[in-house]
């Protein structure tokens, strides 16, 4: 695999320094969990976030803190995670491949069951969340040898293969593989390879611009 | 395969008490002692922390939480009041992380991560729950070692003092510019535009920044 469908490294910093936002945290934390190598790097990134706390000066704590804590410490304890009773799981929109441990501890975390609406002509998405500036979190589903409208961008947009593939140009994008189109970038049209759906985790981070009348006039419907 | 599953999956604490027995003579010395004598023991080495988790996680001892709380809450509060909250804020969030630090003991293993790691991953989750209100996934970095680290003469928590020694020289040996960018992101939880804004760079010269100090860093920490 190229080095440039991993994500480069000071992503994996700001992921282990918890400065991503939620969209980007899940996307990154999603990719990582494809591949060992990242692994190894993230690990690393946390240690280093350890040994920055372990090696803090010393604040001066209440002297009634430990007392409070130790009265805490008795009672039910519940985790911080608030996750759904129901018993969501990601089958429906990835039937015939398990879907990533970290998207699926997000779709629990929200509650929320994602579901696949049409997008347009053999597509469709299912949103997971909508952040500030216009950033987005959603699935896109493609059938295979579909040609994804021609769009130029006006943010980052990324975008990490759970299934099937696609390329644009000669670079081909497979199952764990990162597309990072950065801003600007214009008439990006990224083509599904022929054969099975091609389902991707995608953070955009403002409306795409597309190239078609038909699909400017759709747009405002299908929310991308 | 499988039985090398069972191994890395067997609780920490007989993983420890099973280290123990392997340990050199004078941390086995240090071992009895802290169990014989543990009320007497005031300063506690860096490289028994690990020891008092397993305690806590074990026998529930409150003892031994005491002397976790005496060295990591004073630093988590120091460290999140860098997150430029109040006082106040910063105690009840040290409270919480000290509490669940107590209740998830049992999920603290030393053989895959360092007790600091796994404080500041505490750490910095209740912090982006709590105060950003976001949602944050992890990635199970441990789960593709275990069949590569299951030799039990890697486990000794005599190597966390010395990991973190490395860190610490890897850090300080750090050029001022490459220290305050990954110093800016886990200090401050700054995202890598906000980093490019405060140091007035671009915000493509904070992201190499950050990517040479990542690599030097972990050059430094070499094949651990």
């Known amino acids: 695999m190229k080095q440039e469908q991993l994500i480069p490294d000071e992503w994996i910093v700001a992921y282990a320094a918890g400065t991503l936002t939620e969209a980007k945290a899940t996307l990154v934390a999603t990719h990582i969990s494809f591949h060992p190598e990242l692994k190894e790097k993230l690990k690393t990134a946390e240690d280093i976030g350890g040994e920055l706390l372990d090696s803090s000066e010393k604040a001066s704590v209440s002297n009634t803190l430990f007392d409070k804590i130790e009265a805490a410490l008795d009672r039910p304890y519940s985790s911080e995670k608030q996750v759904s009773s129901r018993p969501l799981t990601l089958e429906h929109i990835m039937p015939t491949k398990a879907a990533p441990a970290p998207l699926v501890d997000y779709v629990r975390l929200t509650g929320h069951q994602p579901k696949w609406r049409v997008m347009g002509p053999g597509l469709r998405q299912a949103k997971l969340c909508k952040g500030e500036n216009g950033e987005r979190l959603w699935l896109l589903k493609a059938k295979g040898g579909t040609e994804m409208p021609k769009h130029d961008h006006n943010g980052q947009e990324m975008t990490l293969v759970l299934q099937g593939s696609y390329h644009v140009g000669e670079t081909r994008f497979c199952v764990g593989d990162l597309e990072i189109a950065a801003d600007h970038i214009k008439d990006h049209q990224p083509m599904i390879d022929e054969g099975e759906d091609c389902i991707c985790l995608v953070v955009t981070e403002a409306p795409i611009k597309l190239k078609s009348m038909l699909a400017r006039v759709a747009q405002p419907f299908i929310g991308i | ?224």
């Open chain 2, 1 to 224: 395969m499988y039985a090398e599953h069972q191994t890395i999956e067997t609780p920490h604490y007989n993983a420890l008490t099973q280290t123990s027995r392997q340990c050199l003579s004078s941390q086995r010395a240090f071992h009895d002692q802290l169990n014989v004598k543990g009320r007497h023991i005031i300063a506690v080495p860096s490289e028994t922390l690990e020891m008092l988790a397993a305690q806590v996680a074990k026998e529930r001892s409150k003892q031994a939480f005491k002397k976790l709380f005496d060295h990591f809450a004073p630093r988590i509060k120091s460290f999140i009041l860098k997150q430029k909250i109040s006082d106040e804020a910063a105690e009840d969030l040290t409270q919480e992380v000290m509490v669940t630090v107590w209740h998830k003991a049992h999920m603290f293993d030393p053989k895959k991560a360092k007790l600091s790691t796994w404080i500041f991953r505490i750490a910095r989750n209740k912090f982006i729950d709590q105060v950003r209100k976001q949602k944050y996934v992890e990635v199970n970095v441990d789960d593709h070692i275990q069949f590569v680290e299951a030799d039990e003469k890697t486990d000794t928590p005599v190597i966390q003092g010395q990991d973190k020694k490395r860190i610490t020289k890897a850090m300080s040996q750090l050029k001022d510019n490459l220290r305050t960018v990954i110093e800016l992101s886990f200090y401050q939880d700054m995202s890598h535009s906000q980093i490019a804004e405060h140091l007035d760079l671009p915000l493509g010269t904070v992201k190499s920044r950050i990517r040479i100090a990542f690599q030097k860093l972990r050059a430094e920490l070499g094949d651990y």
